[in-house]
Structures are given as structure tokens and as C-alpha cells.
């Protein structure tokens, strides 16, 4: 049987999401190693990224869609469940405090620089964690009571609003987002001007 197109959504969501993660960890330290200072808009916009898709959208899914239709058919996960949905209801507080040691840095200087790059090592190790127990714990179990019907809701809720990073084209809306994040990301990370 063909895998649901929702697990491959998901599944292609967190990786791309990943990559923006990691790649701002690599700026960051590529930056310091060259004793320079990253390039703020780069920063800004993948921060955007993960505020505006991930939190706002895809996570809205998983919480109201697909966990509560997963305690419904077992409760194998209640626990691991739990913890991922405070993740989820914490994420915007923890996305703004980011947003807002970035933007200390940029205006307040180098004093602030260690205190971002602190904040973004362990809200990326966070977030890592937070999509490998979905999809090594979460996704199985939809995988082994989930029924046809319960796909095809999830199919259609996760194909409503496809990641610009996954699925770029003219109709997603967040298209110049994606080609922003693309063209300032310096090279060898981005089509950007290299550092």
C-alpha cells in the first residue's frame, strides 16, 4: 500500500524545516569562525519561516487533527501526546523570546551575540527532538490504527497549505518568502553573495 500522502507531508515538512534550522545554526557559526557578523535579514526571514508555517500551520494540524484522533484509537501514546502539544502550545512564546534575542543583537551589539547563539543551540536541539519522537513514536502508531477515512481527512487538512520550502510554486502563499530565504542566504548555504 502507498504510504497516506499526509505521513509524506509531514514527514517532508519536518525536514525542511530542519534544514532551515540547521542552516541557521551553520551561519551563525561560520560567522563567528570568520570573526564576522551574520547577515540579519537571512536570520530574520528563517525565524519568519519557522513562526509563520510551522507554528501557525502545520503544528495547528498535528494538535487539533491528528493527535486527538490518535488518543481516540489508543492510548498507547497519552503521554508522549501530552508533551508534545504543550511543545506545541509553548512554541509562538519560545519563537518570539528567539525572535527577540536576535533583534538585541542587531541593535544592542556584540555584548548580546552569546546569549542568541546560546538560545539558538538549544531551541534547534529542542525542535530536532520534538520531530524525531513524532515521527519515530507518533507516526507509527497513526500508521497502525489509523483507517482509510481518518487518512483522508488528514490527507486533505495537510495538502490545504503546502511549505513553500517543500513545495515551492505559484500557488503557495508563501512563494516570496521562500525565494527571499533562498536569494539573501549567502552561498555556500544559499544563492546569496557568499560571506
Given at each position: 500500500?502507498?504510504?497516506?500522502?499526509?505521513?509524506?507531508i509531514i514527514r517532508d515538512e519536518h525536514?525542511?524545516?530542519?534544514?532551515?534550522?540547521?542552516?541557521?545554526?551553520?551561519?551563525?557559526?561560520?560567522?563567528?569562525?570568520?570573526?564576522?557578523?551574520?547577515?540579519?535579514?537571512?536570520?530574520?526571514?528563517?525565524?519568519?519561516?519557522?513562526?509563520?508555517?510551522?507554528?501557525?500551520?502545520?503544528?495547528?494540524?498535528?494538535?487539533t487533527m491528528l493527535f486527538p484522533r490518535?488518543?481516540?484509537?489508543?492510548?498507547?501514546?497519552?503521554?508522549?501526546?501530552?508533551?508534545?502539544?504543550?511543545?506545541?502550545?509553548?512554541?509562538?512564546?519560545?519563537?518570539?523570546?528567539?525572535?527577540?534575542?536576535?533583534?538585541?543583537?542587531?541593535?544592542?551589539?556584540?555584548?548580546?551575540?552569546?546569549?542568541?547563539?546560546?538560545?539558538?543551540?538549544?531551541?534547534?536541539?529542542?525542535?530536532?527532538?520534538?520531530?524525531?519522537?513524532?515521527?519515530?513514536?507518533?507516526?507509527?502508531?497513526?500508521?497502525?490504527?489509523?483507517?482509510?477515512?481518518?487518512?483522508?481527512?488528514?490527507?486533505?487538512?495537510?495538502?490545504?497549505?503546502?511549505?513553500?520550502?517543500?513545495?515551492?510554486?505559484?500557488?503557495?502563499?508563501?512563494?516570496?518568502?521562500?525565494?527571499?530565504?533562498?536569494?539573501?542566504?549567502?552561498?555556500?548555504?544559499?544563492?546569496?553573495?557568499?560571506?
Open positions: 500500500m502507498t504510504p497516506p500522502n499526509a505521513l509524506r525536514a525542511a524545516l530542519a534544514a532551515v534550522l540547521r542552516s541557521m545554526t551553520l551561519l551563525i557559526r561560520d560567522a563567528r569562525r570568520r570573526n564576522r557578523t551574520p547577515d540579519f535579514r537571512v536570520l530574520r526571514a528563517m525565524l519568519f519561516y519557522v513562526d509563520e508555517f510551522p507554528e501557525r500551520l502545520h503544528h495547528v494540524k498535528e494538535s490518535l488518543r481516540e484509537c489508543t492510548r498507547e501514546a497519552a503521554d508522549v501526546l501530552a508533551q508534545l502539544d504543550q511543545d506545541h502550545r509553548s512554541g509562538a512564546a519560545h519563537i518570539r523570546e528567539l525572535e527577540h534575542k536576535l533583534v538585541a543583537w542587531e541593535f544592542l551589539g556584540e555584548a548580546r551575540r552569546e546569549v542568541f547563539e546560546r538560545a539558538l543551540e538549544e531551541y534547534v536541539a529542542f525542535y530536532l527532538e520534538h520531530m524525531r519522537i513524532e515521527e519515530t513514536e507518533v507516526l507509527p502508531l497513526a500508521e497502525r490504527h489509523f483507517g482509510e477515512a481518518d487518512w483522508l481527512m488528514l490527507d486533505r487538512a495537510f495538502g490545504a497549505h503546502r511549505d513553500p520550502l517543500v513545495t515551492p510554486g505559484p500557488e503557495t502563499p508563501y512563494v516570496e518568502l521562500f525565494r527571499k530565504i533562498v536569494n539573501i542566504t549567502p552561498a555556500p548555504y544559499g544563492l546569496g553573495e557568499a560571506a
